[in-house]
Nanobody
Framework: QVQLVESGGGLVQPGGSLRLSCAASGSIGSINAMGWYRQAPGKQRELVAVSTSGGNTNYADSVKGRFAVSRDNAKNTVYLQMNSLKPEDTAVYYC????????????????WGQGTQVTVSS
């Protein structure tokens, strides 16, 4: 019913930048929060950054000052601008949409994208 399609991952050198995009499509009435999580090999998935419909943002301490999350509510799209990338940022990045209300319903749902690989290496 709702699909999240991510784009923008790839290979970048340390200190470089990447911009991830995630577009939600389907019978969407509203979305509360959209954001990004990441999972490195052998580690648990962790929050990177999230943006709420009210304009609040939250970041992992490890990315504060380097990453910026933004949303285009009209397009149900969330972006993650990643600057000053470090090898430890290497992971699969997943888009998440939380508090998604489908048109004509009141139930709130949670959806994940398929993930996009970000590799930071020289």
């Amino acid at each position: 019913q709702v699909q999240l399609v991510e784009s923008g991952g790839g290979l970048v050198q340390p200190g470089g930048s990447l911009r991830l995009s995630c577009a939600a499509s389907g019978s969407i009435g509203s979305i509360n929060a959209m954001g990004w999580y990441r999972q490195a090999p052998g580690k648990q998935r962790e929050l990177v950054a999230v943006s709420t419909s009210g304009g609040n943002t939250n970041y992992a301490d490890s990315v504060k000052g380097r990453f910026a999350v933004s949303r285009d509510n009209a397009k149900n799209t969330v972006y993650l601008q990643m600057n000053s990338l470090k090898p430890e940022d290497t992971a699969v990045y997943y888009c998440n949409a939380d508090g998604v209300r489908l048109r004509g319903t009141f139930r709130l749902n949670n959806y994940w994208g398929q993930g996009t690989q970000v590799t930071v290496s020289s």
